[in-house]
T-cell receptor
């Protein structure tokens, strides 16, 4: 099992550009989520999905879109990048959305917006 | 809504010394508690979790945490640390009967183990 994979590992964008961060898992997990990690702020939930075709907003969804067409993939789209979106982005998955389920994290994408 | 406070943002220690990373939470209902660890340039991975039963939970690499309901704490301890324990540690809480999208993380504690 590869677990949770993310691409790219690093990305530099100019303000106003758009891009998609890819996330895939091979564990047949129903629940997937995207977090951003900023220094001194811990992890904040951007969007999540409880199954294919079902997505919802987390704590900081503005400026981001998601879709879940398959169980395996959960891409995160930045519509028009802003410097405030400079961050490290983590995708995570778990067997279900249950509160006791362990989340498995990808290695992260480090994004810089100039 | 629940919240998590990690009382120390950085904890420097010498190798083979004991360490305690402090975590307090606030919630009016029952909770599940987690410690995740993030090694340099990696994603987070679960270290240990408390769901129910014995209040003392252990990890495979010598860490332990004790759930203290009266003090609303879930401090992480290790009696003797190694250089390889250098990482950032995150405490997290979710509500009993709730969902993973309500998982709340603390701001993290950077543990640096010096030779």
């Amino acid at each position: 099992n590869a677990g949770v994979t993310q691409t790219p590992k690093f990305q530099v964008l100019k303000t106003g550009q758009s891009m998609t961060l890819q996330c895939a898992q091979d564990m047949n997990h129903e629940y997937m989520s995207w977090y951003r990690q900023d220094p001194g702020m811990g992890l904040r939930l951007i969007h999540y999905s409880v199954g294919a075709g079902i997505t919802d907003q987390g704590e900081v969804p503005n400026g981001y879109n998601v879709s879940r067409s398959t169980t395996e993939d959960f891409p995160l789209r930045l519509l028009s990048a802003a410097p405030s979106q400079t961050s490290v982005y983590f995708c995570a998955s778990s067997y279900s959305a249950g509160a006791t389920d362990t989340q498995y994290f990808g290695p992260g994408t480090r994004l810089t917006v100039l | 809504a629940q919240s998590v406070t990690q009382l120390d943002s950085q904890v420097p220690v010498f190798e083979e010394a004991p360490v305690e990373l402090r975590c307090n939470y606030s919630s009016s209902v029952s909770v599940y508690l987690f410690w995740y660890v993030q090694y340099p340039n990696q994603g987070l991975q679960l270290l240990l979790k408390y769901l129910s039963g014995s209040t003392l939970v252990e990890s495979i690499n010598g860490f332990e945490a004790e759930f203290n309901k009266s003090q609303t704490s879930f401090h992480l301890r290790k009696p003797s640390v190694h250089i390889s324990d250098t990482a950032e540690y995150f405490c997290a809480v979710s509500l009993g009967g709730g969902s993973n999208y309500k998982l709340t993380f603390g701001k993290g504690t950077l543990l640096t183990v010096n030779p």
